[in-house]
C-alpha cells in the first residue's frame, strides 16, 4: 500500500535577465501550470486564457527555457532532485527509480545534495532549486534536511517529495511513500508468532515526528498485551546503531529486535556476535530495506523488502503531471513484503 499527501522567496532576477515562466504567469494572472499547458498547446486550456497568455508571452519577449519544455516534449534536463544521502539504500534506490523513468521519457536528471538540516544549508539548497532552470523538482524527505528544504520551498516552485509514511504534516506538497507502518507491524507480529515474549526496537531517525516503523512495532505489542519496551534510538550511521546494540546484548532478557533498517541490523549483529549472544539462537534478527546484501550474510538476514525504485517511478511521474498540468497519475505501488531468512528463530525452550 501506497500513500500521497496533498517561506523564503525564489532567487530574484537581475534586471538583465530573461523572465521566467512565473514573470508570465504574474503578468497573465494564471498559475504557471496554465502557462505551461499554453507552451505545450494542451487542449485544457480556455480559449481566451490562452489568448491572454500568448499576448503576455509576446509582450514580455518570453522564452522557455529548456528545463521547463523539456517536461512536455522530453528533449533535454528537466527534473531536479534534492537529497541528503546518496549512498544509503532507501536514498540511493529512489534517486535511481527517478533516473530510470526519467531516462525513459528522455529526460536528465540533476542532484542536489542537501548538506545537513543547518538554515544556512537549506537555504542554499531551496536558492538553487528555486531557480526556473531547475524545472520540476524532486525532494527526497526521509530525514531532517530533506524536509527542511520541502518546507522552504517557494509556493510556486513545482515539487513532489518521497516521505517516511504518512508525510509530513505541516506543508501541502504532494507526498508519496510506502506503507512502513503495516510492514513494521508485521515484522512484530511475525516475531511474537515465533513465541518470543516481546520485541525490542533499534530505531532509525524518523523526521514525521510518528515514526511509521515505530508506529506499526508498538501497536502490534499493544494488541498482543506484549510488553512494550523503550525504544532504542540510533543515528543514519552504522556505529550509532552497533553502540545501540551493545546495550541490548548485555540483557538477557532481549530475545528478538526488530532494527529501523539492515545497515542498522549489521552492526546490532557485531554487537551481539562480540556478547557471545547467537543470532537466531540467543536473539532473533529482523531488519528493514532487504537491501542486496542481506541474503548472503551470516546468518541471512530476515527482513522488509521496500520497493524504493518503483517509489521514485511514481515521484517522476507526478512531478512531470504537475509541472505539465495534466491531472496526478494514481499510484500503485507493491506493498512492503517480509522476506523470512536465517536470522530469526522460535526462542531457547520453545
Request: aromatic share 4%.
Given at each position: 500500500m501506497?500513500g500521497?499527501s ?5 532567487r530574484k ?46 509582450r ?30 532507501g ?6 527509480g527517478?533516473?530510470e ?18 538554515p ?11 531557480d ?6 524532486v525532494?527526497?524527505a ?8 520541502l ?14 509514511a ?23 507480529k ?6 518470543h ?7 532509525i531517525p524518523?523526521?514525521t ?6 508506529a ?7 494488541r498482543?498485551?506484549a ?26 532478557d ?22 557471545g ?7 532473533s534478527?529482523?531488519?528493514f ?7 548472503y ?6 527482513t522488509?523488502r521496500m520497493d ?8 517522476l ?25 536465517e ?8
Amino acid at each position: 500500500m501506497t500513500g500521497r499527501s496533498s517561506g523564503m522567496p525564489a532567487r530574484k532576477r537581475g534586471r538583465e535577465s530573461a523572465p521566467s515562466i512565473r514573470d508570465v504567469a504574474a503578468a497573465a494572472g494564471v498559475s504557471y501550470q496554465t502557462v505551461s499547458r499554453v507552451l505545450n498547446d494542451s487542449p485544457n486550456v480556455n480559449p481566451d486564457t490562452r489568448r491572454v497568455v500568448l499576448g503576455v508571452i509576446e509582450r514580455l519577449g518570453y522564452r522557455p527555457n529548456r528545463a521547463a519544455r523539456a517536461l512536455g516534449s522530453g528533449r533535454s534536463s528537466a527534473v531536479t532532485v534534492v537529497i541528503a544521502n546518496t549512498t544509503l539504500y532507501g536514498y540511493a534506490s529512489t534517486l535511481q527509480g527517478i533516473e530510470e523513468a526519467a531516462r525513459l521519457k528522455g529526460l536528465a536528471v540533476g542532484v542536489r545534495v542537501v548538506e545537513s538540516d543547518r538554515p544556512v544549508d537549506v537555504r542554499h539548497a531551496v536558492e538553487y532549486v528555486s531557480d526556473p532552470n531547475a524545472g520540476g523538482i524532486v525532494v527526497i524527505a526521509f530525514d531532517a534536511a530533506g524536509a527542511g528544504v520541502l518546507r522552504a520551498l517557494p509556493a510556486d516552485v513545482p515539487a513532489v517529495a518521497a516521505t517516511e509514511a504518512g508525510g509530513l504534516t505541516d506543508t501541502p506538497r504532494s507526498m508519496i511513500y510506502l506503507d512502513e507502518r503495516q510492514a513494521a507491524a508485521d515484522a512484530t507480529k511475525y516475531l511474537l508468532s515465533l513465541g518470543h515474549r516481546t520485541v525490542h526496537h533499534v530505531a532509525i531517525p524518523s523526521e514525521t515526528g510518528t515514526s511509521a516503523r515505530q508506529a506499526g512495532w508498538r501497536d502490534t505489542l499493544e494488541r498482543a498485551g506484549a510488553p512494550v519496551p523503550e525504544v532504542v534510538p540510533a543515528g543514519w550511521d552504522v556505529r550509532s546503531a552497533y553502540l545501540a546494540g551493545r546495550g541490548l546484548a548485555a540483557d538477557p532478557d532481549v530475545t528478538a529486535i526488530l532494527c529501523g533498517n539492515d545497515d542498522t541490523a549489521m552492526a546490532v549483529r557485531r554487537a551481539l556476535h562480540e556478547a557471545g549472544r547467537d543470532v537466531p539462537g540467543d536473539v532473533s534478527i529482523v531488519g528493514f530495506d532487504d537491501v542486496p546484501g542481506a541474503a548472503y550474510w551470516t546468518p541471512a538476514l530476515t527482513t522488509v523488502r521496500m520497493d524504493f525504485v518503483a517509489l521514485g517511478h511514481a515521484c517522476l511521474a507526478a512531478i512531470v503531471a504537475e509541472v505539465t498540468g495534466l491531472p496526478q497519475p494514481a499510484v500503485e505501488l507493491a506493498p512492503p513484503s517480509l522476506v523470512v531468512r536465517e536470522s530469526t528463530a522460535p526462542p531457547r525452550g520453545r
